[in-house]
DNA sequence: TCCCCTCGAGTTCA
DNA sequence: CTCGAGGGGA
């Protein structure tokens, strides 16, 4: 194929190009590295790492881990003198799913002839997300260190690296002559995070990450500079040496360790491609709580002669492999933008997504909140963006990656009209969202009004799930709330209808209906909630019922003239939500369905709960984050309520208790913050009991 | 009037 | 879980 210009490729020529240039580089690296003679000369080379580079920048999906402009280092740097490592410091291949260790493994069981697997023990050890370096020791005493660089020649920061305290000068009487180390130079979290503090307060440009700020500390002119950072290194691999003082991979690093080396403590041996597995998945799961940045596990075959006999293909050694954690942020392309239609009405955008592996998990959508984030971060249909799951499980988009954006893109134009009904979609007052304002019959409302009616903090209908109610809808069998109770009934005297549903047998029915008659009685806070009023959720609803006791003061209070004044009296009930209360009784369709309702339902007067005055938690508000083992986080909620407690949904000063439950986020931090007490799940258990 | 606290609403994937 | 906004105390 003739050489283009990038920009005039479909997406189809591109990825024809990028394979040519891909295949053509690597060929010439095979050459290169390989004692053949070389098939190009270093500019032509250069050349076709240049377009590579172009292409993948207007196509990003090409950029690929196997594509050759992630397998190389970056060159040295100028202003280092450079060293020519005796052994080139190569790149590992990757694996990411057990399969491709077990294909790692049978391979090297086929190049050494050995047939059964887990014949082949393999030393396992965290990778370490820092730069490595080569240390040279001559008749024991440290001549020189150098960074990878291209990993053929690297820059010589000796000086920098002698200020390590994990770094020995001179090794024991008894080393080889010649003893070139390798290992990671590393920043551990906290010492990044107290050197990004510092550099914030001297006004300084922030670090991105540890790896960063470890690069950067040890690329000081000065080594003094280094000397005051808190680098550490790690050993892991010996390259020339001119004798062996070991024979395994593990005794390569024990004797490290007596010479004075930090080596890593959660190195193993593995003797089968399960034992890998496990000790990934145990690396994964500590992950979080390891003093420095990991980015997956590298596996070695642990004895030293087997090694050599694998060798090496093209710049990775045949008997290792990194078997890397999915990143948690990665780079996908916005295939549209589209709209959904809340029970409020309100319109929000959702990014359809090109699928993509984020921590583990496979992404499709994104929210993208409202018109002003897209707005904000000027996201567009074709774009290239950063998406992530931080601590918490919801993906997000982080930013647009600019250089990828194509050229036809053009800005998002928020919709102004309903895209389910048609009417128009509005902005009240300083509010972000818009609303469609075809409250009564705009369909995607009223699916959703029905869906929050079942859920399970209001009626609580198992059996009658999102997609259920969906298709029911569709079919006019259930428009309304009193629709449900009377379903069965309708359906009796035309039974042409749900019988003849696919998925719908007698069992499921007699299922169905029994779920519903389990509702025909109710609280009247759960009824309150499940109207779905605006500004009325589960805490507004049950204050209501504690005010009025009976659904019909309830209905009364609703319509006396004097309502506003009687309800914002109510402790947590303003200006605001008494207004949306009068207004929704004062519809008549609503105050109809709720009439129509109440012929099939009992409402049960408010109980409160008989809270215990002088209980373990007697006047303690508390909060619970993250997922209890034994009890549901509802029945705990339930249990310290019944001993006095208030439960809050977000810690503050005025919390008591945070009940820690596993995989907690931000709310941890937020009392460690405050200075909050912090329980265990069994320590709150023990005290309930108490 | 300001600011802290609390509540409501919306959201993803297995 | 997070954001935005309502409520209410200072």
Redo the contacts with the bound molecule.
Sequence with gaps: MPQREVSALTPIEAQIRHSELAAQITAADEAYYGQDAPVMDDAAYDALRQEVLAIEAAFAHLKSPTSPTQKVGAGAGSHFAKIVHAVPMLSLDNAFARDDVAEFAARMGRFLGINEEGTIPLTAEPKIDGLSASLRYERGVLVHAATRGDGFEGEDVTANMRTLPDVPHILPAGAPDVLEVRGEVYMDKSDFAALNAAQQNEGKKLFANPRNAAAGALRQKDARITATRPLKFFAYAWAEVSTMPADTQMGMVAYFKQCGFTTNPLMQLCNSVDEVQAYYEHIAHIRSQLPYDIDGVVLKVNVLALQQQLGFVARAPRWAIAYKFSAEQAFTRVEAIEI?V?????L????R?E?VNVGG???????L??E??IARKDIRVGDTVVVQR??????QVVEVVLADRPAHAVPYIFPDVCPMCGAQALRE?????RRCTNEATCPAQMV?RLI?FVSRLAFDIEGLGERTLESFYEKGLIRTPADIFTLQARNAENFTKIDNMPGWGAQSLANLWASIDARRSIALNRLI?AL??????????K?LAAHCYTIEAFLTLMQDENALEQL?S???????????LVQFFAHEGNMHQVQALLQHVQVQPFAAVGAAANGPFAGK?LVF??SLETLTRDAAKAKAEQLGA??????????DFVILGA??????LEAERLGVAILTEAAFLERAQG
Excluded at 361 to 367: D, E, P, R
Excluded at 390 to 395: E, K, R
Excluded at 663 to 668: D, E, I, L, Y
């Design positions: 959904q809340g029970r409020t009405g309100v929000t955008p959702v990014a997504l699928p998990v496979i992404v499709a959508n994104a929210t909140h409202n002003a984030e931080a601590g918490d499980v919801i993906p007052g300083a509010d972000v969202a959703g929050h909630f779905g009023i605006r500004h009325v959720g589960e805490v507004t609803a204050d914002t109510i402790n947590g009930v303003g200006e605001t939500v008494a207004q949306a508000t984050t993250g208030k439960i809050a949904s977000s810690v503050s000063k005025k919390t995989g907690a986020g931000s709310k941890k």
